[in-house]
């Protein structure tokens, strides 16, 4: 645009010029004498000024027009530029305000895609533990079903009850030589070899060794209480026999209490099997391994009695347990002839004290003291005790007199232990366990006296 108005400006110049070059160049003629002539045409001097005159004018008509039109396309230019630059600036706004969207949007993709990473492992999750809920639903319906339509125990206000240990038993024995007893063999009524008894031999069966037994179970606050019955009818009272009728008597068997602590320590009381019978988990009661016989007086090495006795008991992490128990004692008599007769140390029962009139009973000085170690290290389970006793016998000195008589004690004390582990995939299980000492012959199914007597009478 700028370059037009320069050649039109240009060529204005060369024309002014020329017209101007063209009068200076005209002489001016010779003074004449007028002479008055009739009017004539224009030279052609004139006539060309004229049309240089009039094409200047047209040509600055021509160019002011274009001027003018430049000026207005200029303006229209100008408002153009102004308007791409308000666009431009728009634009760039846009782009800033796009870029933060974008920004914005970049961050809403990572904050959504780790949304969804997030919603995925809870799917996961969820799906994990709809399959852990559903066997867990499933494990607890078939245990609800199993409750219901074959319950082990009854619960009733927060205690369970099972009746776990009943049963009822048909047993029958056949001994070579006659001991004259029941399913229950009396080791040391095993007749000699050349005696009558063991030329006839015997055959017996009762039910008298059903079991009746209830456990009671219940948790109050940071302590877990039990409660044991166990009954039996191995015993005869003194009109019982087998002529017409089995007419024996029901006879306990275990009767205790427990509390266990969560902390570990175990208190119970009551009459049950003794702190040296060999348990299956911890020191705790009602885990004893029995022989696996119908014989009830068990088999010999088994180290047991079934007796009143209070115990206390500590858990230290499943893996060592320590208990201590006073149990109550009996001093199983001597037996034989030509024994001296000048002490006393016990006697026959009296019906006023509620004990068999035909049975005899210790004058027993303390109870009996045991402690007990038990090791669960990972494979089987290992014990080790002691037994503390204490006997007494009354010593007359003079036959037929009380005179010089005097209060004779003796202490008897022994040491047992034992293992039991199984091998073989736990198909097989080994075990030893043994008892040595004085004065422990009653912790023993073959029940040999605890004392004998010296000539003087002293135990």
């Known amino acids: 645009m700028k370059f037009r108005m320069h050649a039109t400006a240009a060529a204005l110049l060369a024309a002014s010029a020329v017209v101007s070059y063209a009068q200076a160049g005209d002489a001016a003629p010779a003074a004449k004498k007028h002479v008055h002539r009739a009017q004539t045409r224009p030279s052609a001097q004139e006539q060309l000024n004229e049309q240089i005159r009039q094409q200047i004018d047209a040509l600055r008509q021509e160019m002011q027009s274009q001027i003018d039109s430049l000026k207005n396309d200029l303006a229209a230019k100008d408002a153009e530029l102004k308007q791409a630059q308000q666009q431009a600036a728009d634009a760039q706004a846009a782009a800033a305000r796009a870029q933060q969207a974008a920004e914005q949007q970049q961050q809403a993709d990572t904050e959504n ?5 997030t919603l995925q492992s809870t799917v996961s999750d969820l799906k994990t533990n709809q399959a852990s809920l559903a066997t867990t639903i499933s494990d607890s319906t078939a245990t609800l079903k199993k409750e219901v339509e074959s319950p082990d125990a009854i619960r009733y206000k927060g205690v369970t009850l099972s009746p776990a240990g009943s049963f009822l038993a048909a047993e029958t024995v056949w001994r070579s030589g006659a001991t004259g007893g029941g399913i229950n063999t009396a080791f040391t009524g095993i007749p000699l070899q050349n005696s009558q008894a063991a030329q006839l031999s015997e055959f017996q069966a009762s039910g008298r060794q059903s079991r ?8 109050a606050g940071n302590v877990t209480l039990t409660g044991y019955y166990e009954a039996d009818f191995l015993s005869a009272g003194t009109t019982s026999n087998s002529n017409q009728s089995n007419s024996y008597t029901l006879r306990q068997r275990q009767v205790w209490g427990q509390a266990a602590l969560n902390s570990g320590w175990v208190f119970s009381g009551g009459q049950g099997w003794s702190l040296a019978t060999e348990t299956t988990t911890g020191l705790l009661r009602g885990t004893e391994i029995l022989p696996a016989t119908i014989d009830s007086q068990y088999e010999a090495g088994f180290v047991w009695t079934r007796q009143e006795s209070f ?5 230290f992490a499943n893996r060592l347990f320590l208990g201590a128990s006073a149990e109550n004692a009996e001093t199983l008599n001597p037996a034989g002839q030509n024994l001296p007769s000048n002490y006393l140390f016990g006697s026959t029962g009296t019906g006023g004290g509620l004990y068999n009139p035909t ?12 402690v007990k170690a038990a090791l669960e290290p990972g494979w089987g389970h290992w014990e080790l005790f002691a037994i503390e006793r204490n006997f007494r016998a009354r010593i007359y000195p003079t036959a037929g007199s009380s005179a010089g008589a005097y209060n004779d004690k003796e202490i008897g004390a022994g040491i047992g232990g034992g293992f039991r582990g199984p091998l073989f995939d736990k198909k097989v299980t080994v075990g030893l366990k043994g008892l040595w000492g004085q004065g422990v012959g009653r912790y023993g199914s073959s029940t040999i006296a605890d004392v004998t007597v010296r000539p003087n009478g002293q135990l």
């Open 113 to 117: 895609a780790a949304a969804v990473s």
């Open 212 to 219: 009746i037994a209830l456990r009671g179970t219940g948790v």
């Open 311 to 315: 115990r206390v008991s500590k858990d």
């Open 359 to 370: 049975a005899n009973y210790s004058f027993n000085y303390t109870p009996d003291f045991i």
